[in-house]
Each structure stands twice: as C-alpha cells, then as structure tokens.
C-alpha cells in the first residue's frame, strides 16, 4: 500500500516495491551507451557544454557530480531512452566541455545557466526532467528553485536539500567531521593532490575505468575543485536564512545510506521546502555512487516514478 503524509502543501509518499517493479523498464544488458550515444554542444555565455545524449521523448537532463563525467549515468541513460531523450552532460571543467580559467567562473549561477542553456536549446520550448547526483544535485536543487518554468520534475541523488546539508554542517558533529574532505578542497593548493589515476580508481570494470581515465586526463582538477571553493560552506557553519525559495516541481531523492560524506540526517524536513509531492527512498548498504553501485534499483526506481500522474 502507498502510504501518504501531508505537510502544508506538500506530501511525502513511499512507493511500494511491487509498484517500482511494475513500472519498471528493465535495462538492456548489450546497451552501449559508449558507442551508441550521439554528441553535441551547447553554448553557454561563451562556454561551450558537451553533451552525450541517447533516446527520443521528453527531455531528461542529467547532471553528474565529482569527480565523474557524462557517463555515470551510463546505466540510466540505458534504461530510460526507451521513453525519453535523455542527455547527460559534462558540467563545466570536466572532459570535454569548457574549462574557463578563475574560481568565480564555477560559481553556481554559472552551473545553473549551463543547466538552462541545455534545456533553452534541447527542449524545444518544453520543460525538461532534471537529474543531478552530487554536485549535480546541487545544481539540479538550484535549477529548480532558479527556473520552475522549465522544470518539469526533479529527482535528485545522494545530494540533501540545501537548507537540510546547512542545518547538519551547523548542528551535527559527525557532518562537520565527515566534511573535512571538503575543507581540505578549499585549500589553495589542493588540486596538486588528485590524479587522473586516483581519481579513477573507485571504478572497478577495466573496461569503464579506461573510459573514465580519458576523461579525467581531460579535464582541469583546479577547475573541479573551484565548485567547493566557490560554493561548498565554509567554516564557521552556519543556518541558511536566505528567503525561502520553495521547489514547485515533484521531487525524487535517493539517497544511499552508506554514503559518508553527505549523512542521512540532512534530509530531514525536505517536505517543507516543496511545494509539490515528495517521494525519498533510501537505500541500505548502498554508498555515495548509488547509481552506479545500486544501478538496476535506481533506474528501475526512476522509470516508475517518472510515469506517476503529475499534481
């Protein structure tokens, strides 16, 4: 049974399993999203923004986060493009989209307007489905509240709402200690530390992992880490009282339990900073990559969500 709780305008709602199954597409075992994706640019201020797209339908945007590139939805992209023209792009500083020079050039009004530059052009005058994991979903979250008029829906991955990360990164101990990785990015110097190799490594096929090491070598670590220098909360941590600016679109958010960097804790009072239906699945044993290392679950959870009636 679906189970519903209202706050305000807003609801939450848990999907059942024999739903999610349902709905679900499965994913296509000899998909080669590598070879069968088509690839494009577009112009944002100046600044190219390549994408990888697959399918034909609606306009789904996927947006990755760090250190990743457009494959990471490799698995989505598949399963998705059966209904859905669904392009995954690479976020500025990364493979082989523009990597401008100076930390004020990641800025997230900047991230968010490459976004919109995607939609503006693809989306042929439609509002488009938008997707982030990490980074991404911040951008996504951002997207959202910035361009309701182009945001059909939401789903956002192992990213907490704004608000939600700042409440933790002032009150929770175990956050501000578990985000000390971040504070090491801020560091000037800080970019000297990666590698195209270490940055790859998490990537266990050897096939997968060659792609991500081009990838890597072709992008600019300074520029990967201005996103943190930029717009990652720095010490002392502090409540966003900024105006609430609330998402007028359905939200998916999954989040793998597992993942040390963002804690679960952060996604407490989602619900209020939605004025639309929310739907949050949380996964057991499942850690930052959820879409990778939970693959099947999350496509499968993404397809079924994605044919429920709109408000």
Not at 85 to 100: C, F, H, T
Not at 235 to 263: C, R
Request: glycine share 6%.
């Amino acid at each position: 049974m679906t189970r519903r709780s209202s706050f305000g305008r807003s609801s939450f709602v848990v999907l059942p399993i024999a739903l999610l199954l349902a709905l679900a597409i499965p994913r296509s075992a000899s998909a080669d999203v590598w070879s069968d994706a088509k690839h494009g640019t577009v112009d944002s201020s100046g600044v190219k923004i390549h994408y990888a797209t697959l399918g034909s339908g609606p306009l789904v945007v996927m947006i990755h986060g760090f250190p990743d590139f457009w494959y990471s939805w490799r698995h989505q992209m598949a399963a998705l493009a059966g209904r859905y023209q669904v392009v995954a792009i690479d976020q500025r500083g990364y493979n082989l989209s523009d990597k401008p020079a100076g930390q004020a050039q990641y800025d997230m009004s900047l991230l968010v307007g490459d976004v919109r530059a995607v939609v503006q052009q693809l989306a042929k005058g439609q509002r488009a489905i938008i997707v982030g994991h990490d980074w991404g979903g911040m951008v996504a979250w951002r997207f959202a509240m910035a361009h309701p008029e182009l945001t059909e829906r939401l789903i956002v991955l192992n990213l907490p709402h704004p608000r939600g990360l700042a409440h933790e990164l002032t009150h929770n101990p175990q956050q501000q200690q578990n985000s000390a990785y971040a504070r090491r990015f801020q560091e000037p110097d800080a970019a000297k530390t990666l590698t195209a190799e270490g940055l790859a490594k998490r990537i266990a096929d050897p096939k997968e992992r060659e792609h991500y090491l081009e990838a890597f070598k072709r992008s600019d670590f300074e520029a990967m880490l201005n996103y943190y220098k930029q717009n990652y909360p720095k010490a002392p941590y502090a409540e966003d009282t900024s105006p609430l600016v609330k998402v007028k679109a359905p939200v998916l958010l999954v989040h793998g339990l597992n993942d040390s960097a963002l804690l679960p804790g952060a996604l407490n009072r989602t619900w209020e900073w939605i004025d639309n239906t929310l739907t949050l699945v949380t996964i057991p044993g499942v850690g930052h990559f959820v879409q990778n290392d939970a693959p099947d679950l999350v496509s499968s959870t993404m397809n079924s969500w994605l044919q429920l009636p709109l408000k």
